[in-house]
C-alpha cells in the first residue's frame, strides 16, 4: 500500500539552526500538509499546499516558516532559525480529493524535531 | 473557535469487550469528521471519515456515528483486542470553504486492551 514517507525519523539542532524536514507524498496525492504535535498536546495544522502554493496556512506558520515542492516527489518544510517552542513531532501529510477515498489524509510516521 | 474535546483522555478493557469512545465538537458547521489511529512512534491512520450529511461509517469491528447537530461523534470498537490498543483521535473539518485538509484535533483517547 502507497505510504507518506519522512526522514529524517529524528532531528536534533542547536536553536538559531535552520532545519528541513523531507517528505515524499503518495505519488498521485495533489495536496499536501504539514502537522505538528507537542508532546502531550494537540496535533496542530501548520500548513496545506497545492497547485505549487500555499492553500492555507495556520497562525503557527509564521515568516520562520517555508514550504516547498522543490521537484515532483519531495515536499520539505524549512524552519529558517529554530526556537526551544519548535521542539515537537512533525507529521506530513498527502490526500488526493478526486480519488474515492475523498478527503482521507494518509500521515507519514513524523519526524521528532529536538532543539537544544 | 472550533474546539474538540475527546473523553475519556483514557481507557482500559479487557479483551472482547464492547467499547465506545466519545467526542464532542463547539462548532456545528463542520465539511467532516474523521477518526485517526495513532500508535507510538508511528503516524496518524485514517479509520472513518464521516461527510457532514452522514449519519454514520463502519469498517470492519468499527462504527462511528455523527449527530452535528448535538456536535457528537462516538467510535464503537466490537470485541476489541490487544492489537486495538492505541490512541484514537477525533477531528473535525470546518465548512467554511478554506483547505479541507485543515483538520482540528482533539486530544485523544489512550485505549488499551488487556489480555
Redesign the interface.
Known sequence: EPE?T?TPSHQVTQMGQEVILRCVPISNHL?F?W?RQILG?????LV?F?NNEI??K?EIFDDQFSVERPDGSNFTLKIRSTKLEDSAMY?C?S?D?YSLT?????????TQLSVL | KQE?TQIPAALSVPEGENLVLNCSFTDSAI??L?W?RQDP??????LL?I?SSQREQTSGRLNASLDKSSGRSTLYIAASQPGDSATY?C?V?MNYG???????????TKLSVKP
Do not use: C, D, M
Not at chain 1, 498536546?41 to 495544522?45: D, G, I, L, M, S
Not at chain 2, 512512534?41 to 485514517?46: D, H, I, M, V
Open positions: 507518506v519522512q495536496y500538509y502537522y498536546q494537540k496535533v496542530e495544522f496545506s497545492y492553500s492555507e495556520s507529521f501529510a490526500s480529493p475523498l478527503e482521507k489524509l494518509f500521515f507519514g510516521s513524523g | 474538540v465539511y467532516n474523521q485517526f512512534g508511528k503516524g496518524l491512520t485514517s471519515l461527510q483521535l477531528a473539518v478554506g483547505s479541507q485538509g485543515n483538520l482540528i484535533f482533539g486530544k485523544g
